[in-house]
């Protein structure tokens, strides 16, 4: 037993942390000033990076199984409005970094040579862990990422590439959603119906429209023939596969339509928490999205078409991954599916209870 009492530095173990900032060039004639500011924003990075993977990893637990418990959803929501707060926060680091001039840092880049921020085995294991697939990666280098990290980092990343994501597992949920076909209500056919006399009223209205010259009445009509193919690769399982296959869809037919119920319905008492969290998935993309559109940018100031630290061409292959290192691209693109809430199949009075919350007073 020690009478030691617990202090504020010993708790954050401060003296760790504070003494972990190790500048390469005061190992030379000249300390570069702005180099603290360099090890400082990355380390910065990293715990922010653990604090987004122990929120991701509480949230994979909670939608692992065959059901997933109603009373997580509230939590699942908080933990990724708290991820969305620190992407937001990671983005805006980025200005802290930019009081830093090119010159300042080509005072101490060539120290860094071959290490990289491609080497955060962190961020590759949010990548994996939220979808990413490898088929999808953008190569650096000519090679599989993992070639670039120490045995044991490789390892750790390869490992996750074959767990659950949580792009599968929100799939599996989706495709679990109710409602969807009962037997006094099928909202497959209830919508399919919906959409085709929209898209008729609007032709319709083209049509009719005295203001409009042939042209733009042609150009408009061949814009909807563009949109009804649209609406019939939803509701076809052959066309829905082929873009699959040509890799324009990732997420099943199944867990799209029960993702579009749930925007659809969204103000129904039930599907609001579950809309909120496809609304949460697409914003996290898009911050990471944010981020690498960032990163590239301040790369391109610092270094412009020089070949980065790691070997890599820097700012073209950051540009590749943010357009192109999207997970939940699919759940975005709903909104091409969305009609007027006026134009929703009503729902039988059963099934509105059910989405609804009633409650009684005595018996």
């Not at 570069?32 to 929120?55: A, G, P, R, S």
């Not at 908080?78 to 802290?96: G, H, M, P, T, Y």
């Not at 953008?138 to 994501?165: H, T, W």
């Not at 649209?230 to 993702?259: I, N, V």
């Amino acid at each position: 037993m020690t009478d030691k009492k617990l202090s504020y530095g010993s708790y954050l173990q401060l003296d760790r942390i504070l003494h972990s900032q190790t500048l390469k060039s005061s190992e030379t004639d000249k300390t570069v000033h702005d180099e603290m500011l360099f090890i400082i924003i990355h380390q910065t990075y990293e715990l922010w990076f653990k604090q987004i993977l122990h929120e991701l990893d509480s949230v994979l637990d909670m939608f692992r199984g065959n059901y997933v418990q109603e009373e997580n959803f509230g939590i699942v929501v908080a933990r990724f409005d708290r991820i969305i707060e620190i992407q937001k926060l990671l983005v805006n680091q980025i200005s802290i970094l930019e009081t830093m001039t090119p010159m300042d840092f080509l005072e101490f880049r060539d120290l860094l040579t071959p290490s990289s921020g491609f080497q955060s085995v962190q961020f590759r294991l949010i990548e994996n862990k939220l979808g990413m697939r490898v088929e999808d990666r953008i190569q650096y280098g000519k090679q599989r990422y993992n070639q670039f990290l120490d045995e044991a980092d490789a390892e750790c990343v390869l490992k996750s590439e074959n767990e659950p994501s949580l792009f599968e597992l929100l799939e599996n949920w989706l495709e679990r959603t109710p409602f969807l076909q009962m037997d006094e209500f099928n909202f497959w056919e209830s919508y399919q119906s919906a959409v085709k006399d929209m898209v008729a009223n609007d032709i319709a209205q083209i049509q009719s429209n005295t203001q409009f010259d042939d042209e733009t009445i042609n150009n408009s009509l061949k814009q909807y023939e563009i949109i009804k193919r649209t609406y019939k690769a939803l509701f076809d399982e052959d066309e829905y596969k082929k873009l699959q296959k040509d890799g324009h869809r990732r997420l099943s037919q199944k867990a799209t339509l029960g993702a579009l119920f749930i925007q659809l319905y969204r103000d129904e008492p039930i599907t609001q928490l579950p809309h909120r969290l496809l609304t949460q998935l697409v914003n996290m993309d898009q911050l990471f999205t944010s981020w690498r559109n960032r990163h590239r940018l301040l790369v391109f100031r610092m270094i412009g078409v020089k070949i980065g630290t790691g070997g890599s061409a820097g700012h073209a292959y950051l540009k590749k991954t943010a357009e192109k290192h999207s997970v939940f691209r699919d759940i975005a693109n709903l909104s091409t599916y969305i009609i007027p809430r006026s134009s929703l199949p009503k729902l039988p009075a059963k099934l509105k209870k059910d989405l609804g919350f009633y409650y009684t007073h005595g018996k």
